[in-house]
């Protein structure tokens, strides 16, 4: 329904555009400039329910792309927690050099 | 011993592998977040269609008006897609900073890093006189075996975050593929429009020395300037607009590879061929034609 009324819009938009300056002459000879700008204004008319029917397509999505943030976000947060996993085994590392520093420094006072 | 020597060949075999796939992870990165700011760059491309779009329709209302002396200057609404836009930038930008933070998983400065801790480990050790020190084969071992093991449990993150980057990119194609008959409907539009419009426009309101001055063209009759003219404008148009729309096929596409080479490397088996070409494959697609 909503792609033949897109359809038949673009049509409509189409004949208008091909047929522009001879259709916008005649509405010249028969009503001036108001009949101009009255006919331009159901032509933009078109265009504006064509662009609707667009922006509507593309809202349908919009929630979607809601969850698809919160996805990437929590591949984000786990990312981060393999690499702070990564980070711990060089921590820990350094962590047992220090003991075994202070071992050492403690068994020198010490005098053992 | 027999048992030492053994395992220290099963993970120097494997390490091979790891670096490799620490290597790949690495270049995947780079791609997924290049294919990333493309997707940045074609919002931001779409963004400015809706100002082109006002100012095409403006200059057609003058150029098809019978009397533009008597005439108002033309104010054609804007066709605002800023709030379908916002969302779809905000996925984007999620996408990117997730390739970022995966950058600091594929650093390949790990293993170094564990190798000179565990290296330092062992000096401290060695430094306290009152314990026996560390045989040589374990001492001249160790550092290079703890680097391998880092090396093997960041290839293995690499290979978990790749099979799940893989299922999050397919989300975005299925997203992107319905909105990209969306997109070229509306390119379509704005610039069909627009070319169709000029095509109506009268020959009479063509100035032919105009168009002389300012051309090469060899010809001298006046309509045939003039059309020629015209021709030349129409194909400009029509190659704009395909242009815009050859950027969109080729970061479907671009995406489509990138998924794959997620795929790839979260196997357990990675093709490392098929990565490297698809790899390739993606900077010839993000490549500007």
């Known amino acids: 329904m909503e792609e033949q009324l897109k359809l038949t819009l673009s049509q409509a938009i189409g004949e208008f555009n091909s047929n522009r300056a001879a259709i916008l002459l005649l509405a010249h000879k028969a009503g001036g400039q108001a009949a101009v700008i009255k006919v331009e204004q159901e032509y933009d008319a078109l265009r504006d329910a064509y662009f609707e029917i667009l922006r509507r397509q593309l809202d349908k999505n919009n929630h979607l792309y809601e969850r698809l943030i919160t996805a990437a976000n929590s591949e984000t947060e786990k990312l981060k927690a393999s690499i702070n996993q990564l980070n711990n085994i060089n921590d820990i590392t350094n962590l047992a050099t220090a003991v075994i520093n202070l071992v050492g420094r403690s068994l020198t006072v010490l005098g053992i | ?289």
């Open chain 2, 1 to 289: 011993m027999k048992h030492i020597s053994k395992f220290l060949i099963i993970v120097l075999l494997s390490s091979c592998t790891s670096t490799k796939i620490i290597e790949l992870g690495g270049k995947a990165t780079i791609k997924g977040t290049e294919v990333s700011e493309k997707a940045l760059d074609i919002f931001t491309l779409l963004s400015q269609q809706a100002n082109i779009d006002k100012s095409q329709q403006d200059k057609i209302k003058v150029l098809t008006n019978t009397d533009p002396a008597t005439m108002a200057l033309p104010d054609t609404k804007v066709q605002d897609f800023s709030k379908q836009i916002a969302p779809r930038v905000k996925a984007y930008q999620s996408l990117l900073n997730t390739y970022k933070i995966f950058t600091l998983l594929t650093d390949s400065k790990y293993g170094d890093k564990i190798q000179e801790s565990v290296s330092a480990l062992q000096e401290s050790y060695n430094l306290i006189k009152n314990l026996p020190n560390l045989p040589k084969t374990v001492s001249t071992k160790l550092p290079g075996v703890s680097k391998i093991i880092t090396q093997a449990i960041q290839a293995k993150k690499i290979k978990v975050h790749n099979q799940i980057l893989f299922s999050l990119t397919q989300l975005y194609i299925i997203l992107w593929d319905e909105d990209q008959k969306i997109w070229n409907d509306y390119i379509d539009r704005i610039y069909d429009d627009y070319s169709q419009g000029l095509n109506s426009v009268s020959s009479k309101k063509y100035n032919s020395k105009k168009i002389s001055e300012n051309s090469n063209e060899p010809y001298g009759d006046e309509s045939t300037v003039i059309l020629m003219y015209r021709l030349d404008k129409r194909d400009r148009i029509i190659k704009q607009k395909n242009e815009i729309k050859n950027q969109f096929n080729d970061f479907g596409k671009a995406l489509k590879e990138l998924n794959q080479v997620h795929g790839e490397i979260s196997k357990s088996k990675t093709n490392v061929t098929d990565v490297i070409n698809m790899l390739s494959s993606i900077e010839n697609l993000l490549k500007q034609k």
